[in-house]
């Protein structure tokens, strides 16, 4: 089972490629505060996402549901890796009802 639910807050603006495939993808990266902790900093990719999640801003506070992927490349001539959440869904935080919805799901995932 993979499933990843994150919460927390934009650290730079959402940007998007078009990748050589044709195919749209945004990223993301989501700065997660853990009490008594520092704060990390996890890379989010959203394939498809919708069209306006470029006008969400830094310091948003969002919720990502997900799955963890690791993927390699090469750049400079080296194999390098990143791992990071491959975005299903990404709901602002201040959209209660879409927050519950999108944990409702993560629930339902968990529990199949």
């Known amino acids: 089972m ?14 998007e490629r078009i990748l050589p495939s044709g195919d749209r993808l ?4 989501v700065s997660v505060r853990r009490p008594n ?3 990390e900093s996890v ?12 006008i969400l ?8 549901l997900g799955r963890v992927r690791r993927r ?6 080296f194999t390098q890796s990143r791992t990071e959440v491959v975005a299903e869904s990404v709901v602002p935080v201040r959209h209660p009802k879409k927050v ?10 968990l529990s199949e």
């Not at 390699?72 to 001539?77: D, L, P, T, V, Y």
């Open 37 to 39: 902790q520092s704060t």
């Open 26 to 29: 945004v990223s993301l990266e």
């Open 72 to 77: 390699f490349f090469r750049a400079g001539g």
């Open 100 to 109: 519950q919805a999108l944990l409702d799901k993560a629930a339902a995932r």
């Open 2 to 15: 993979n499933v990843s639910v994150v919460q927390g807050h934009l650290s730079r603006s959402p940007e």
């Open 43 to 54: 890379p989010v990719a959203w394939p498809d996402a919708p069209k306006n999640v470029t």
């Open 57 to 64: 801003e830094p310091g948003t506070e969002v919720l990502v």
